[in-house]
């Protein structure tokens, strides 16, 4: 696979979070007894609302505090411009859009850097290939489904 190609992957992932997240924060939002305003205050504590959504929200909140410094040390090696703005919009946007944006851009930094070679390719053995699939596959088919409940 190409690196064009992985980023163009990575970009389609950070799409498909963009409208299952937000799809679900507008309704949250506009739902809320006292409108826009009153739902953004309601989102927080509705985090904690249970056993099941505090144990997803310490989830993707300590992996996301992992993530980002992943993202700012891979930023200082391959001097990946606007790190910051990357980890900033992960709490504005969602992190589920904005760590496949920036590794989109890594993999448009990688390519750069061996674009004497032809780019670079990502190769990867039929095993890692199924795993993704067979991962990744029940994955996009919950956030469609999220998108039409």
Do not use: C, K
Request: proline share 4%; glycine share 6%.
């Amino acid at each position: 696979m190409s690196r064009t190609a992985l980023a163009r992957l990575y970009v389609a992932i950070a799409a498909l979070a963009l409208i299952a997240t937000w799809r679900q924060n507008i309704w949250f939002l506009l739902e809320g007894e006292r409108g826009v305003a009153g739902g953004l205050v309601d989102f927080w504590p509705a985090l904690l609302a249970n056993r099941a959504t505090t144990s997803i929200t310490v989830d993707i909140f300590l992996f996301g505090l992992a993530a980002v410094i992943w993202m700012v040390l891979e930023a200082r090696r391959l001097e990946i411009r606007w790190v910051w703005a990357y980890v900033l919009l992960s709490f504005a946007i969602a992190i589920s859009v904005t760590f496949p944006l920036f590794l989109a851009a890594r993999e448009h930094r990688l390519a750069a850097l061996a674009a004497p070679e032809g780019g670079g390719q990502v190769r990867l053995p039929p095993r890692d290939l199924v795993g993704l699939a067979l991962l990744g596959a029940p994955i996009v088919a919950f956030s469609l489904y999220s998108l039409v409940r």
